[in-house]
Each structure stands twice: as structure tokens, then as C-alpha cells.
């Protein structure tokens, strides 16, 4: 009898109905499957084809062993219960990762199938934990928390929350949970524990780091990176809740060339058409969109459309789309998935038919008018209820599979503007998981408040983001509920946000500003409201001079934004880097939580307290920082208290590099 068995370039261990196989998986890295009663399930859900790696494998009576390069795994047999314990070694034979014991009368299970009806299980993970362990990534969750440790989080998408499952640990490895299903995490101090709510079997993918970087660079192999960042993405996008009619368009476009303010996108908002679901311009207010937009692109500046994914029941599109099984079905009662100026269903974007309808509508109603950028809103999608288990899609049960479907959303327009020949693609999207950077997402975080706690979240998020492979990243500058623009408050927080913004990868104005006014159409019927004005020179004197300054910087950088694009694109390095990415070696680095590098020598402590005209910075060790204001040189390792008056913030270049900025901020 023997409990394991060398295939290739993977370990397997059988016993009690359980298989599990340990496969090499790229360089420094594994994929971990099992399966209770039944065979594993080939394919992937997002991890990409590895190239071939060599391992060793040895293999004894009680316990066998995998390495490959700098990541080795030991399966022990435990002789009471026979379960076999996975242990994750680096090359210095430390131990990075190992699943709890079955503590021997205690009976538990590392991995514990709970049948279901029908024939999947739920599952339950479980790991040891190392209290001293620090773990960042997991995507984009609102709270003010950058080590992770001690957190619990749900392993599923909502308005300004997008799951990505993906984590960095500050002892070495990165850990991919590949399941696409509906469920939580918790990492405590005793054990980490994922599970998934339904499943047909077990998958994750670990991988091996001295650095940071390093790991970063192996997760992006392993699930693709972005595109080369289009040239009009560098630079300063205006938007807000609403321009309801193209006149209103072209205006603000043509203020801001009378302005000579440097403008590559303005981004025309969600009903601009009839009805959800149609996917075209609505006559009424848009009455020659393909003079507007060769107008705008005249003007040199590209017109970015927003797109929904509901279906609203009087679409001129839905009884065809419900005909051709083309949405999402609810698994009872009736079809209602979302309450928005009527009744919504969504599209099915994990259906390749879904996909490739959709896109033709949008080809011949926007593409072909001279649109080359997407705003992909309501990405997650934002079921009323999010009772995921309500809900059923091409690709299987959302309780299963839900996780995917931003990915897929991304992917439905970024392959049919690659088919139209289009080679410059990114796409504005409200939610991402597991590999959406490769179909071009620019992800923004969602429906925030204009408040300084949100703001405050808002760098957490970004930090996150980066390490999970998306590079391309923005928020609403200003937060996008209750910014009222006669207020001092909103006005001096907008000024610090943009501020903010002029730093992230992508510097977009957006926000529902108040007060907002009523649309009323020919017919009668209430439209979506359009918001107040949100152009820069909207929020006062003293704001404007500030803002048309920091969109200045914007282009100063630009040879230097193209430059993290170019590294994102060829490394998966993120554009908006935690301070410990670039000195792993500080140990204070790994704790700051208010302050970034854009990039590998900027760094950006923005100013985000209300009122505050100083802040508390530190710099890492290991450099030396150039304040680009004051052109003041300060040792790293130190913590030192900067002023910060409302027209600037503390930027420091490393090592004097970047030094067209001295004298600017």
C-alpha cells in the first residue's frame, strides 16, 4: 500500500476517498488541487498555462515531498486519521505556510467537504497561523486596514468592493485562492480559514519570493497582465453624474480648450439612453452623436460612454435577449434583479452569445461612431439583494462560479474592440476579479461618500489593488455621494483628493455633486437627474488656481507615468506601490498606511484629515528624500513632521530623481 505517487511533474496522495495533487506551476510556485469521491476537474478558472518547470520528488512510506526552485512541499501522513498535512518550505527551509493538523482525537479536517444537494460540497480550508505574519492584497475592501491579519472578508463582489483572492505575505509567499465561488476568508491569529459556500473540489496556487516584487512578478505569470496603457490614459479625465444632452458636451469640452487646460477624456454618463438595455444615444438629447465625438476628437480629446449590463423589461432589446437566453435567470420566483428606474435583469456575460450580441449592439451604436473607451458600470453586478444564491449564469450557479463575472463583463468588450482592430483598449470598470487586468480594466472603487474617512480608505484600497495584479486604478476624485459645491467642507476635501488623484494611475473627476436638478423628457417622463456642475473651475476661486496647477503636474509626469505603465505592462509591477514593496528590508514600511510610492521615487503622503495643514510622514530607510516643495534633502529611517498648506502636500523624490517636479509641488 502506499499513499502517494509521482505523475509527472506533480505529487499525488490518495486515502479515504480523497485525492489531492500538488503540481509545479510556474517558476517558485504550486497549484494544490483535491477532490472527495470523484476525479479532478482539469482546466482553470484563471491561472494561465505554466511553462515547464523541473522538480525533485521524493517519496517515502509516511510522507513525501515536491520542491520546485525555491518552493518545496512535504505531505505528512498523520498515523491517527491518515489525513496527509500539507507544509510550504522557502529554499532557507522556513516554513511559509502549513495546513492545521487533524489534532489527533480532535478529528478536525484541513480540508472539510460538507455535501450538498446536487452534488458539490461547501469547503472549508484551514491553515495554521503565524501571529507575527502580515498579509496584503485580497483586492479592494472599504476599510481603513492595510495588514490584513485579524480580518474577516467575504469572498464576493458589491458596489465599491471587488474580491480578488489573491494575498502577499510578509514572510515570503503569495497564495492564491482559484475558486470562483461565493464565500469568506478570516484570518486569525489561530488559524486562516477560507471556505466557499458551493464547489465541485479544492484549488490553490502558492508561489515562493524573496521580495515582494519578485512574488508580484510570479503572480502575474501565472494570471496575465495588463496592456500597454494608451497614451490619452495618462492624463486628466472629466466626468460627473450627469451631461444629459450633447450640447452640454461639447461646451464643457470647448471651456476647457479656452481654458488651455489639458484635457484626454470626458466621460459621458449612464441614461444616456432610452432605456437600459439599449444601447444607443437617445434621440432626444443626443441627436448627431457622431458629430459630437468627431467634434471632441477634433479637440483632441477621447469620448468615453458609459455602459450598464441590466436589461431593463421595455429595452427594445429584451424580449430577443430573454428569447435567446441571453441574462441572468434568478433560480425562483420572478425575474426582477435589480429596481432602477424600472424593472432589471442582467446580461449573461459569462455567455460567449451574451457577449458577442452585446458587443455588436455597441460596435454599430458607438465603436463604429468613433468610441474607443468603455465605461463598464454596475460590474459586479449589483443584484438589489445580493442573495447570491438567488442567481444562476451560463457558466453555473452564482453561489459556484459568481466571482468571474467582471472579468467577463471587461472581456466581452475589450475582444470585440481587439477584433475591430482596435490595439489601445482600457476600459473604465467598477469591479474586478482574478486576471481582468489582461482585458484591459481600469478599475475605479465605486459609489464612496465625500468624506474624509472614505478618502482614507481610498489609499488602502489602491495599496491593495497593485499587489493583486491590477495595475490601472482611480477613485472619484471628490467621492462620489454628497459633495454639495457651495461648501467649504466639500470644497477643501475635493482640493486634497484631487491633490490625491494627480498621483494615482489614473486622475479622474467624477462625483454625484449637489445640488442636483430634475431631467424631465418630451413624453413627460422623469429621466435620471444630472448633478451640479463638477468642472474645476466649479468649487471657487481659491480652489481653481490649485486644481489647474496639480492637472500641470499631471503632465509633468507624463514621460514617467508611461514609463510604470510600460513596467505594469511588461512585469505586472503595480503603478501605486506600498511603501514596503520597494524596502521590504524597513520593518517600519510594512505598517504605513497613509502614505505610497507612485511609482518607484515618488513618494505621496497625501493630506487626508480635515483641516490638517501638516502630517506626520516617514521615509524609508535605505534612500535619502528630496522634498519636491521646499527642495529639502532628509536622511530615511526617520519620522518627520511636514507642512502641508492647502496648495500642496508632501512629495518626495528618491534620491533626487524625478527633479523636474523641485520647485512645482
Known amino acids: ?74 505531505i505528512d501522513v498523520q498515523r491517527w486519521g491518515r489525513d496527509g498535512q500539507i507544509t510550504f518550505y522557502n529554499q532557507k527551509g522556513e516554513i511559509l505556510l502549513r495546513e492545521i493538523s487533524n489534532g489527533g482525537a480532535l478529528m478536525k479536517k484541513a480540508r472539510f467537504y460538507h455535501a450538498k444537494p446536487g452534488g458539490n460540497f461547501s469547503l472549508t480550508v484551514s491553515f495554521e497561523s503565524n501571529p507575527e505574519e502580515k498579509l496584503y492584497g485580497m483586492g479592494q475592501y472599504q476599510q481603513e486596514t ?36 461565493i464565500g469568506e476568508v478570516h484570518f486569525g491569529l489561530n488559524t486562516t480559514q477560507w471556505t466557499a459556500q458551493s464547489t465541485a473540489q479544492m484549488d490553490y496556487w502558492i508561489t515562493a519570493g524573496n521580495t515582494p516584487a519578485e512574488i508580484e512578478e510570479h503572480f502575474a505569470n501565472a494570471t496575465g497582465k495588463a496592456p500597454m496603457m494608451p497614451e490619452y490614459g495618462l492624463g486628466f479625465w472629466q466626468c460627473k453624474l450627469r451631461y444629459y444632452n450633447q450640447d452640454q458636451v461639447i461646451s464643457i469640452a470647448k471651456e476647457y480648450k479656452k481654458r488651455n487646460i489639458p484635457l484626454d477624456v470626458l466621460v459621458i454618463d449612464y441614461y444616456h439612453w432610452p432605456r437600459c438595455g439599449d444601447y444607443r444615444f437617445d434621440e432626444e438629447y443626443f441627436p448627431d452623436p457622431k458629430s459630437m465625438i468627431q467634434q471632441l476628437h477634433d479637440m483632441g480629446i477621447e469620448t468615453m460612454v458609459s455602459i450598464w449590463p441590466q436589461i431593463d ?20 420566483g420572478i425575474d426582477i434583479q435589480m429596481l432602477f428606474h424600472g424593472n432589471n435583469v442582467f446580461m449573461d456575460a459569462t455567455n460567449p452569445r451574451t457577449r458577442a450580441y452585446v458587443w455588436n449592439k455597441c460596435k454599430q451604436n458607438y465603436a463604429d461612431l468613433g468610441i474607443r473607451t468603455f465605461w463598464l458600470d454596475e460590474a459586479e453586478p449589483e443584484f438589489g439583494t445580493y442573495a447570491y444564491d438567488h442567481y444562476r449564469y451560463h457558466a453555473g450557479p452564482v453561489e459556484e462560479i459568481g466571482n468571474i463575472y467582471p472579468r467577463e463583463y471587461a472581456r466581452t468588450f475589450y475582444e470585440g474592440q481587439k477584433a475591430n482592430g482596435q490595439t489601445d483598449i482600457v476600459n ?31 489609499i488602502c484600497a489602491g495599496i491593495h489593488m497593485g499587489l493583486c495584479g491590477i495595475p490601472w486604478w482611480t477613485t472619484d476624485i471628490g ?13 477643501e476635501l475635493l482640493i486634497r483628493w ?11 473627476l467624477h462625483g454625484c455633486r449637489q445640488p442636483a436638478s430634475p431631467i424631465i423628457n418630451h413624453a413627460g417622463e422623469v429621466r435620471e437627474q444630472t448633478g451640479a456642475d463638477n468642472e474645476i473651475w466649479s468649487f471657487g476661486e481659491e480652489a481653481y488656481p490649485i486644481l489647474y496647477h496639480f492637472i500641470s503636474i499631471r503632465e509633468m509626469m507624463r514621460d514617467y507615468t508611461r514609463s510604470l505603465m510600460k513596467e505594469a505592462h511588461e512585469k505586472g509591477t503595480p503603478v501605486m506601490r506600498a511603501l514596503f514593496y520597494e524596502f521590504p528590508e524597513d520593518p517600519n514600511c510594512w505598517d504605513i498606511k497613509d502614505s505610497y510610492l507612485f511609482g518607484s ?30 527642495q529639502k534633502v532628509y536622511p530615511g529611517g526617520k519620522w518627520y513632521t511636514i ?12 534620491n533626487g530623481k524625478q527633479s523636474y517636479l523641485l520647485g512645482q509641488i
Open 479 to 491: 467621492g462620489f455621494h454628497n459633495g454639495w459645491i457651495e461648501s467649504p467642507e466639500f470644497r
Open 146 to 181: 492595510l495588514n490584513l491579519k485579524g480580518c474577516n472578508l467575504e469572498l464576493a463582489h458589491r458596489n465599491s468592493q471587488a474580491s480578488i483572492p489573491f494575498y502577499v505575505s510578509s514572510l515570503g509567499y503569495g497564495f492564491l485562492w482559484h475558486n470562483a465561488a
Open 498 to 508: 484631487f491633490q490625491f488623484g494627480t498621483f494615482c494611475p489614473v486622475m479622474r
Open 601 to 630: 521615487d515618488i513618494l505621496v503622503a497625501p493630506i487626508c484629515h480635515k483641516g490638517a495643514r501638516s502630517r506626520e510622514v516617514y521615509l524609508p530607510k535605505g534612500a535619502e528624500w528630496t522634498h519636491a516643495g521646499t
Open 428 to 458: 473604465l470598470i467598477r469591479c474586478a476579479w482574478v486576471g481582468s487586468q489582461r482585458y484591459g480594466a481600469l478599475v475605479w472603487s465605486g459609489d464612496i461618500m465625500s468624506t474624509y474617512e472614505d478618502f482614507r480608505k481610498q
Open 1 to 74: 500500500m502506499s499513499f502517494f505517487e509521482a505523475c509527472g511533474n506533480a505529487l499525488i496522495f490518495r486515502e479515504n476517498g480523497e485525492i489531492l495533487k500538488i503540481e509545479a506551476w510556474g517558476k517558485d510556485s504550486f497549484r494544490v488541487r483535491s477532490r472527495f469521491l470523484g476525479d479532478l476537474e482539469d482546466g482553470s478558472i484563471a491561472l494561465l498555462e505554466p511553462e515547464l518547470a523541473e522538480v525533485q520528488i521524493t517519496i517515502h512510506e509516511w510522507d513525501a515531498e515536491i520542491r520546485n526552485g525555491n518552493i518545496r512541499a512535504v
Open 643 to 654: 507642512d502641508a498648506p492647502l496648495e500642496t502636500l508632501p512629495i518626495f523624490l528618491r
Open 313 to 332: 423589461w421595455r429595452s427594445e432589446n429584451y424580449e430577443e435577449m430573454k428569447q435567446e437566453g441571453l441574462l441572468v435567470k434568478s433560480n425562483s
